[in-house]
């Protein structure tokens, strides 16, 4: 925040979440912050494989409920239909959080230039449209008929 | 290879080699084999940021060599134009591979039930499509409009 001059009473920006299984979460951060530098307002959590569902949710509650500001809360998961997902699918309409799934570090590296005027469900279309459209095959790329 | 009845003479399967930065590789092989069962056709490679080029190009090349056979090896990666696939990509003309950036969780797990009927091009552009039509916002999956 320091780095554009805004003060310590701007509003909360939008948090961003990352719940995957096992370590998968912590690690993408790890590469992603590599890359583009700390993220203060991004999170990872270790969704344990033997954690008990009801342990994890709450895990998952209290760090959204700490993200949480007017803008809201990105959720990123691995896998729809795996548990860090349903977890998260479980606060959908409680809380104001868009979920993700499906991430890969394409996802993340743009989720870090979002505009904050975008709404919320905006910010995941442009995420869910640039994470589509950043898996290629690369000998498609070179040849000039990667993108669709 | 076993559990389907398969002799050791077997053809060697299609290699899945995963490199990405840092220790990625390695946690999303963990995370899939978590859900999926061991890949003994599959590996992870750690980038480390520190290693010099020439070095990880090295490793890169003897893990393709030692997994490939009559049906290639396919790479996946973390991010296009990031080092690990840098590195990948040199090899493209050199050896039978196809290299896929931008890969999700759904992208590994869709490879390991993967038609040895494809060939090496074909299986790429499968995974391709899998894995961005497996990214979505979970909102809209749950009110239908999920796919495009």
Known sequence: MEKNGISQAAPKPT???LIAH????????NVLEFISGE???FR???IDHALDVDKARKIV??????MMGPAGVLIYTDLFGGAPSNIALSMLGEKNIEIIAGVNLPILLRSTTLSEDLSLPEKAGTLRNYGRDNIFIASEVLMGKGKR
Do not use: I, Y
């Open 61 to 66: 509650e209290k760090a959204v409920d700490e």
């Open 22 to 29: 096992g370590a998968l979460a912590g690690e993408m951060l």
């Open 15 to 17: 948090g961003h979440l």
């Open 39 to 41: 993220r203060p307002n």
């Open 44 to 46: 990872a959590l270790t």
